[in-house]
């Protein structure tokens, strides 16, 4: 989510360069951008509950790891490790509708 919101950040700076409008207003009514802020908020709010599904989303998604590699980090596992992230994936679908 961090290389999206960047990424989108970087595209309305282009974009601001090159037309009248400032890089805050666009950055302000760019709909795509604050919902994934919104969500990446979400997200992080909910880890407080799942500190273990932190971190194996950490370790997978940010560190690249394999599975193999996360049940020797975590010290459990794979299966769960599986319930742990689909316990914190279900529950941040169900209240926040990220999928």
Same mark, same amino acid.
């Given at each position: 989510?961090?290389?999206? =919101? ?7 700076? /282009?974009?601001? $360069? ?8 666009? #950055?302000?009514?760019?709909? !795509? ?7 990446? %908020?979400?997200? *992080? +709010?909910? &880890? ?5 599904? $932190? !971190? #194996?989303? %950490?370790?997978?998604? =940010? %560190? ?6 996360? %049940?020797?980090? +975590?010290?459990?596992?794979? @299966?769960?490790? &599986?319930?742990? /992230?689909? *316990?914190?994936? @279900?529950?941040?679908? *169900?209240?926040?509708? #990220?999928?």
């Amino acid at each position: 989510m961090d290389k999206k =919101i960047t990424s989108i950040k970087n595209a309305l700076k /282009y974009k601001a $360069k090159g037309g009248n409008l400032s890089i805050d207003n666009l #950055i302000a009514s760019d709909k !795509q951008l604050a919902e994934l802020i919104f969500h990446k %908020e979400q997200i *992080e +709010v909910w &880890y407080c509950a799942y500190p273990e599904a $932190k !971190q #194996i989303c %950490e370790l997978r998604w =940010i %560190e690249n790891k394999q599975q193999w590699e996360i %049940e020797q980090e +975590v010290l459990l596992s794979k @299966a769960t490790i &599986y319930r742990r /992230y689909s *316990e914190f994936k @279900a529950t941040l679908t *169900e209240w926040t509708g #990220i999928r």
